[in-house]
């Protein structure tokens, strides 16, 4: 077998933090006496990557994605477990490892704010050693996906949060990371602006078969780019595989769309009713009995269209993070 | 090495274009840099007219010369690190930076350098008009100038170092003005600051001749007066060197701690 390009073996982080109540007297008692918890942020977690496989990393907000990414990328030392990058330890932060990765973070900036991004690019082919030949061969290509022609001359602030979302993410890309930890890549950014990163992802994958691992909160974001998820919870690994396996696992039902030739009848006894507009039904109903119900349904209805459809991405992933794991 | 060259150039580039912006703060910045040491030459010169025309071994022409080539050297080896470090840890600047295949200092280094460039030029304008107004008297020496060229570049070194380092104390304690104060109090009485060292009682120059805080100002500008013999200027090179050395030794092994704490409680 050909060895991952991530490792990830019962991988955990546990930070301690300070509690202290609120309050003058509680301030003063914390002066003597302090409080300490353990946070777990990672617990025991285990996944690999192959190479130029896309995969989307999700959970709720404060289930481990940031902290997992950062050991990923070597700004955190793990607490315990084992975690190799390209065969690298990350923390050891080698120059030959970081010159393979990247890390792109939502609100962190590599561009320096009040000069053009073509110099900050400048700055970025110096720090990583980027043969002239190539960082312009680079510079061209992301030129030409990330429509940067005219953003490039134009002093960073200036730019809007999705043009300077696209500029980061080239500045991020010049030396061609082979590995990419990208945590929220489209946050804040309108419809169109999304789509296009994640275009581009998918085409930067593609050319340079790059391993890509993905936060986002938009699951078009993740339906688009990952066939396989990964999915954390409180720290815990709670799901690993396709995509279409986690909407099985985790829907009990069904959602059947019926149109009926009329439309004031009462459907409740097939299924929970979701909405009920002109002879066009919304049901839902329990997975195991989707065939005995639709049967029913063109039995005893005068039907015209039915469609059996598994309940929206979004639908799905807001019952996994609401399942409280024991 | 070539790749280390290429970086300072870009860094030079990037910083030159940033400050270039911020034209105002820069002039602001650089008043403050004259005024200091205009302050301290009036007071000396009404000191020794008091005393009947010196005071120690400095005439009222010679402390002129004195304050306004310090301005010059403090000019050269000044660095703004500690300010701007802990802001830089809690805003999570530092993150982007370490994940990048070179050491943080180069960055800060080059950006220093640069911007020193910049004001260079100015400040030796300013030198010109004051010296126009003081009539300094200095003794300057060829030797001396020549042996300058290395001292600056030590005290720059030195200064660059301790304060780099010091400045990571951000990583155990949030309350860093308190430590920056410190250490700005002792820069100013035993580095030849506020007055020539020669003024000082006997055992606080001992002291001086010990810790870096001269090497990094007061024995550049001694040098340049020419009120060193080629025995103390070699003797100065030679202290400058070790502390140098010291400092980079420290600065490698509070760097690691820093870094090990940083990335144990939360990038």
């Known amino acids: 077998m050909v060895s991952p390009v991530i490792h990830i073996h019962e991988l955990s982080k546990t930070y301690e933090v300070t509690e202290r109540e609120s309050g003058l007297m509680a301030s003063v008692r914390s002066l003597v006496h302090r409080t300490r918890e353990e946070v777990r942020a990672v617990d025991r977690i285990s996944f690999d990557l192959a190479a130029g496989e896309v995969v989307g990393f999700l959970g709720p907000n404060g289930a481990g994605k940031t902290t997992t990414l950062k050991m990923l990328s070597g700004l955190l030392y793990p607490t315990a477990g084992e975690v190799t990058v390209l065969g690298y330890v990350p923390s050891k932060r080698l120059g030959t490892f970081l010159r393979q990765i990247t890390l792109v973070m939502g609100q962190r900036n590599q561009l320096v704010w009040d000069i053009p991004a073509l110099d900050s690019f400048e700055l970025n082919r110096a720090i990583y050693r980027i043969p002239p030949a190539d960082y312009r061969r680079t510079l061209d290509e992301l030129t030409e996906l990330l429509e940067l022609g005219p953003l490039l001359r134009k002093p960073v602030r200036n730019l809007s949060l999705g043009e300077r979302m696209k500029c980061e993410i080239a500045a991020a890309l010049l030396h061609r990371p082979q590995v990419v930890f990208l945590d929220e890549p489209t946050i804040g950014l309108d419809v169109t602006m999304q789509r296009r990163i994640r275009d581009f992802i998918a085409e930067y994958n593609r050319r340079f078969g790059a391993t890509v691992l993905l936060t986002s909160h938009y699951m078009a974001d993740v339906e688009a780019l990952c066939r396989r998820v990964v999915v954390i919870h409180h720290g815990r690994l709670l799901f690993d595989g396709d995509l279409s396996a986690l909407v099985q696992q985790f829907t009990a039902h069904k959602t059947v769309v019926v149109q009926l030739e009329e439309g004031r009848l009462d459907l409740r006894k097939y299924g929970e009713v979701l909405s009920a507009e002109d002879g066009r039904y919304t049901l839902r109903v329990p997975k195991a009995e989707t065939a005995r119900i639709t049967e029913r349904l063109l039995a005893d209805l005068p039907v015209i269209d039915l469609l059996v459809e598994d309940p929206p991405i979004e639908e799905v992933i807001e019952r996994v993070f609401a399942q409280e794991i024991e | ?267």
């Open chain 2, 1 to 267: 090495m070539r790749a280390l060259a290429q970086l300072y150039l870009q860094q030079f580039k990037t910083t030159f274009a940033s400050m270039v912006q911020y034209r105002a703060s820069l002039f602001i910045w650089m008043i403050g840099h004259v005024l200091e040491p205009l302050v301290y030459l009036v007071v000396w010169s009404v000191v020794a007219e008091g005393g009947g025309g010196s005071a120690g071994d400095y005439t009222t022409a010679q402390f002129a010369g004195y304050f306004i080539v310090l301005m010059l050297v403090e000019n050269v080896s000044y660095t703004w690190i500690m300010y701007e470090y802990d802001y830089r840890i809690r805003e999570g600047l530092l993150s982007p930076a370490l994940l990048r295949p070179v050491h943080p200092i180069h960055a800060d280094v080059a950006e220093n350098i640069s911007s020193k460039a910049i004001t260079l030029p100015f400040m030796l304008v300013v030198a010109a008009v004051l010296a126009s107004i003081f009539h300094p008297v200095m003794s300057p020496r060829l030797w001396a100038f020549a042996a300058a060229v290395p001292a600056l570049v030590l005290a720059f070194l030195l200064r660059f170092l301790l304060e780099w380092t010091l400045a990571q104390a951000a990583f155990w304690t949030t309350r860093v003005s308190a430590i920056n104060q410190s250490y700005f109090v002792l820069v100013l009485f035993l580095s030849g600051q506020v007055a020539p060292l020669s003024l000082f009682p006997h055992a606080i120059q001992v002291v001086a001749y010990i810790l870096p805080f001269r090497w990094m100002l007061g024995f550049p500008v001694e040098l340049l007066l020419g009120r060193l013999t080629p025995t103390g200027a070699v003797i100065g090179l030679g202290v400058q060197v070790l502390w140098v050395a010291l400092a980079y030794v420290l600065m490698r092994l509070v760097w690691r701690a820093g870094i090990r704490l940083y990335s144990a409680v939360g990038a």
